[in-house]
């Protein structure tokens, strides 16, 4: 029995943090996962799309694995003592509502592999001071601008097209458009009393229905 023990214990020490994870979660025993493993190499499967969910937050804490390339939805929804947070070089895509409601959350960094990003994945977060977009080619139907304190312009290298729905907030004085962006949807800048100044780059081809109403 020590000497299972020992073996064990060594076999453990060679396990990074997310094998770890996994053998907790899915495994009763660790040479059961190592077993898996060395058979999976042999055979060069990988595992190519590893999603970050709410639930592996529950369980493993917010700080997310390098492995992981996409943020479930609501994932880190209620979050409200968080205050920063890296999110992996390796992930493409970000869900709906992801941190909606971190209150405290100040600091955020989008990396450039990030093409997606779900519906109200800000929402709520009223302590955002310093957010980084570069690549963004598509952001979710209900809204583009969530933070209502500091989102006057988008600095979104890649977008491509602006929401069907609304701009949001209302009190903006100036908004500037990327020149990669080549449609406005339908209401986008819609109640937007506060508006003096706009600049829509000549790679705009169509402007929805009641665009500026």
Request: glycine letters at 4%; aromatic letters at 10%.
């Amino acid at each position: 029995m020590e000497n299972t023990t020992k073996r064990n214990d060594k076999e453990r020490m060679r396990l990074g943090y997310n094998e770890i994870m996994i053998v907790s979660k899915y495994f009763e025993y660790i040479n059961d996962f190592i077993n898996l493993e060395e058979r999976e190499k042999k055979e060069t499967n990988e595992c190519k799309n590893i999603e970050y969910t709410q639930e592996d937050r529950n369980t493993y804490g917010t700080t997310i694995p390098i492995e992981v390339n996409s943020l479930g939805d609501i994932c880190f929804r209620w979050c409200d003592d968080i205050q920063s947070i890296n999110i992996p070089t390796n992930v493409s895509k970000i869900g709906d509502k992801y941190f909606e409601y971190c209150t405290s959350l100040r600091i955020i960094n989008i990396p450039t592999n990030v093409s997606k990003i779900g519906d109200k994945y800000f929402e709520r977060c009223s302590s955002l001071t310093s957010n980084s977009y570069k690549n963004i080619q598509f952001v979710g139907e209900d809204r583009i601008i969530v933070n209502e304190q500091i989102m006057a312009s988008i600095p979104i290298g890649r977008l491509k097209i602006i929401n069907e729905k609304e701009i949001k907030p209302k009190n903006i004085n100036e908004f500037v458009i990327p020149t990669t962006v080549t449609k406005l949807g339908n209401y986008c800048f819609e109640n937007c009393y506060s508006l003096t100044s706009i600049k829509i780059p000549t790679s705009v081809s169509e402007i929805g229905k009641e665009c500026f109403l």
